[in-house]
């Protein structure tokens, strides 16, 4: 049988689990990029620009979504020609050009962060423990893949300074000291804009409560 091709443990037949997930995930991305003129990756930055709520230098850019750089330069100039960016200098350094959304742009963008409704519906018929379970799940094998340099790190709760973890989030909320907010498990954020990255003490020590 085909699954037997990652092992037939718990580890073989999650991978080949998270490997369907993708190839769903690719289709839907090229279904949705096709009827909208564009690439995948070109709305993956469209999307990246909006969620940073300001202008990102090209270094930035490949460094967010893992692109090469020439890869990174290629889309920006194609999404510049269709006026969805504009390349501007980076108001820190005259020298360097720092890309931003348009006004066709933000509008593409916003359509482009809608793709992924169809994998949002699936997992909106879990039940709610179910969710947070999978959530704290994929929070944690982030985490690991970012310590293996196979993705890039993320602006996410748990590396950040300001997040006071808890050892039972059910009983003792989480909580964000900067905006004083209680988390839950599925309130912690993979992405904020308000990030202040910990030292690698303190990351280890919330990581090791997270964990348990």
Known sequence: MSEGVYGEQATGRVTHSLLR????????AWEWAEGAGLTPTQGEILVLLM???????????????ALTAATTSDAVS????????EKRRALDDGRALAVRLTARGRTSAKRAAQWPDFLAKAVGTLRDDEQALFYRTLLKT?????????????????TCTHFEPSKNAKKTPHHCALLNLKMSDTDVRLDCSVYEAADVATQKKTWKIYAQ
């Open 51 to 65: 969620q940073r709520k300001g202008p990102m230098r090209l270094g930035e850019i490949a460094r967010e979504t």
């Open 78 to 85: 194609t999404l510049e020609s269709k006026g969805l960016v």
């Open 142 to 158: 982030v985490h690991q893949l970012e310590a293996q340099d196979d993705i890039p790190p993320h602006r996410m709760c748990l």
């Open 21 to 28: 997930l993708s190839t769903a995930m690719r289709s839907q």
